[in-house]
């Protein structure tokens, strides 16, 4: 059975920084992307960043570019997102998922098979 951990998330002033980590369990690394989505109340769950899992492509939303990094610890079965100088925008509930599809649709959440219960990130303004 896949599990998927997330944790680290909590409350930051604006130009704070997070660590935010995945912890996959029972899940085989293979050709596909895990990524990171975010889903703040009343608005549409969002693609933050992916890596595809059988290299080091990563991928990430514009609005999150230069400030966050996705990587991973294949040895660890993790995935981490670092948030750097987070704005009160990116509040959010922070999801990981893994098993979908790279390239072009990244994206798209509901293309990946496992989702975790995710980890809530609040940046204060």
């Known amino acids: 059975q896949v599990q998927l951990v997330e944790s680290g998330g909590g409350s930051v002033p604006a130009g704070g920084s997070l660590r935010l980590s995945c912890a996959a369990s029972g899940y085989t690394y293979s050709g596909y992307c895990m990524g990171w989505f975010r889903q703040a109340p009343g608005k549409e769950r969002e693609g933050v960043a992916a890596?595809?899992?059988?290299?080091?492509?990563?991928y990430y939303a514009d609005s999150v570019k230069g400030r966050f990094t996705i990587s991973q610890d294949n040895t660890k079965n993790t995935l981490y997102l670092q948030m750097n100088s987070l704005k009160p925008e990116d509040t959010a509930m922070y999801y990981c998922?893994?098993?979908?599809?790279?390239?072009?649709?990244?994206?798209?959440?509901?293309?990946?098979?496992?989702r975790g219960q995710g980890t809530q990130v609040t940046v204060s303004s």
């Open positions: 998922a893994a098993e979908g599809h790279c390239g072009g649709r990244w994206w798209r959440s509901y293309e990946y098979t496992y």
């Open positions: 890596i595809y899992t059988g290299g080091t492509m990563t």
